[in-house]
T-cell receptor, first 111, second 115 residues
Framework: GNSVTQMEGPVTLSEEAFLTINCTYT??????LFWYVQYPGEGLQLLLK?????DKGSNKGFEATYRKETTSFHLEKGSVQVSDSAVYFC??????????FGTGTRLTVIP | DAGVIQSPRHEVTEMGQEVTLRCKPI?????LFWYRQTMMRGLELLIY????????DSGMPEDRFSAKMPNASFSTLKIQPSEPRDSAVYFC?????????????FGPGTRLLVL
């Protein structure tokens, strides 16, 4: 079946620290992979995506590489800011256009 | 370009009342999705439409829930009668399907509280 497993939070970091949020997946076929971000009181925003193995998605200093060999799509950022505080969701999209989400990881960045 | 538009943004109602949530997808998109987000269950797909036709409604919890898409620019999700356990954030998303796996863009959500 299809599923996404995400690092459990919450994660608390100091400003300018390095961020990694782990995400692994199980899928039949060749899914596309996404990271969505949800800021407090808001909806989901697409952060980045990758559609095939070895693709790297990047946006706003965040990066994630689609690793087929380890079935992973870990989110990284070299230097987090207070404004990055949010909940981050890893998701996979199947060929049937079903989007499966992880449970979300809450990130808090303190000054 | 306007994103996905949802209304109302917040809804408080009493148990037993009918609730109607509305969604306007991004212009030109041909697929529309309704999701529900709760603390216990996370994000769940309720139903999705392609070209206004329901394709997969296996996530609809029970007969109290119904969804329609009368045209390409409007969809409703109705709960009748509502129950306290329906309290959640309901998201609408849309995408343009062209034979591949296309990105879904989400609306701001409707926060529903059933008392």
């Amino acid at each position: 079946g299809n599923s996404v497993t995400q690092m459990e939070g919450p994660v608390t970091l100091s400003e300018e620290a390095f961020l990694t949020i782990n995400c692994t997946y199980t899928a039949t076929g060749y899914p596309s992979l996404f990271w969505y971000v949800q800021y407090p009181g808001e909806g989901l925003q697409l952060l980045l995506k990758a559609t095939k193995a070895d693709d790297k998605g990047s946006n706003k200093g965040f990066e994630a590489t689609y690793r087929k060999e380890t079935t992973s799509f870990h989110l990284e950022k070299g230097s987090v800011q207070v404004s990055d505080s949010a909940v981050y969701f890893c998701a996979l999209l199947t060929g049937a256009n079903n989007l499966f989400f992880g449970t979300g990881t809450r990130l808090t960045v303190i000054p | 370009d306007a994103g996905v538009i949802q209304s109302p943004r917040h809804e408080v109602t009493e148990m037993g009342q009918e609730v109607t949530l509305r969604c306007k997808p991004i212009s030109g998109h041909n697929s529309l999705f309704w999701y529900r987000q709760t603390m216990m269950r996370g994000l769940e797909l309720l139903i999705y439409f392609n070209n206004n036709v329901p394709i997969d409604d296996s996530g609809m919890p029970e007969d109290r829930f119904s969804a329609k898409m009368p045209n390409a620019s409007f969809s409703t999700l109705k709960i009748q009668p509502s129950e306290p356990r329906d309290s959640a954030v309901y998201f609408c998303a849309s995408s343009f399907l062209a034979g591949g796996q296309e990105t879904q863009y989400f609306g701001p959500g409707t926060r529903l509280l059933v008392l």
